[in-house]
């Protein structure tokens, strides 16, 4: 039972790169979500999504996309990466219709924007 | 509005201390708040949760009582041990929506 996997654990870009952080779990949930942890931070919330086709805002969603085509995945694309963006970066989901529901976590990403 | 505070750390105790991690939430509606863990190297991973007020959650020796009357949820731990040390981080749900808040995390480091 893999539950959320999460690829890469390690990237370095220069700015103005792009690239695509992979999401995907076999929990068949509705809910996914990315978060950033950044020291004294705490998570800070990305995007979310509660379906296939629906995608919302999270707190900090400015130079992020993502879609949600299927239930299993959820890829956060950065398009053009700043050094600010240098963080790990956390997916979760969570079942849907259970807003007391426990979020499952990636291991996460670590990303370094030079 | 809707956020969570927890105690800054880091923490650094004995091994078989008492343990208290303070969080407090401020809110409307009635949020399900949850403690999360996090090992060195790992992603969170559920702790304890309760769902409405006066429910105490609790797993491996840790437990927090949702106090509507103080809007806490402080964490405790009778005797903490060196496995315990990680970082704990306080949350909620937000009433309406699918958003959780986290607070800031507060490191644990246990002494043996």
């Known amino acids: 039972n893999a539950g959320v996997t999460q690829t890469p654990k390690f990237q370095v870009l220069k700015t103005g790169q792009s690239m695509t952080l992979q999401c995907a779990q076999d929990?068949?949930?509705?809910?996914m979500s990315w978060y950033r942890q950044d020291p004294g931070m705490g998570l800070r919330l990305i995007h979310y999504?509660?379906?296939?086709?629906?995608?919302d805002q999270g707190e900090v969603p400015n130079g992020y996309n993502v879609s949600r085509s299927t239930t299993e995945d959820f890829p956060l694309r950065l398009l053009s990466a700043a050094p600010s963006q240098t963080s790990v970066y956390f997916c979760?989901?969570?079942?849907?219709?259970?807003?007391?529901?426990?979020?499952?976590f990636g291991e996460g990403s670590r990303l370094t924007v030079l | 509005g809707n956020s969570v505070t927890q105690m800054e750390g880091p923490v650094t105790l004995s091994e078989e201390a008492f343990l208290t991690i303070n969080c407090t939430y401020t809110?409307?509606?009635?949020?399900?708040l949850f403690w999360y863990v996090q090992y060195p190297g790992e992603g969170l991973q559920l702790l304890l949760k309760?769902?409405?007020?006066?429910d105490k959650g609790s797993n491996k020796g840790f437990e927090a009582t949702y106090r509507k009357e103080t809007t806490s949820f402080h964490l405790e731990k009778g005797s903490v041990q060196v496995s315990d040390s990680a970082v704990y981080f306080c949350?909620?749900?937000?009433?309406?929506?699918?958003?959780?808040?986290f607070g800031t995390g507060t490191r644990l480091k246990v002494l043996a």
């Open positions: 979760a989901s969570s079942p849907q219709g259970m807003n007391t529901g426990e979020l499952f």
């Open positions: 809110a409307t509606g009635y949020p399900s």
């Open positions: 949350a909620r749900t937000t009433s309406g929506t699918y958003k959780y808040i």
């Open positions: 999504s509660v379906g296939a086709g629906i995608t």
């Open positions: 309760a769902t409405k007020a006066d």
């Open positions: 929990m068949n949930h509705e809910y």
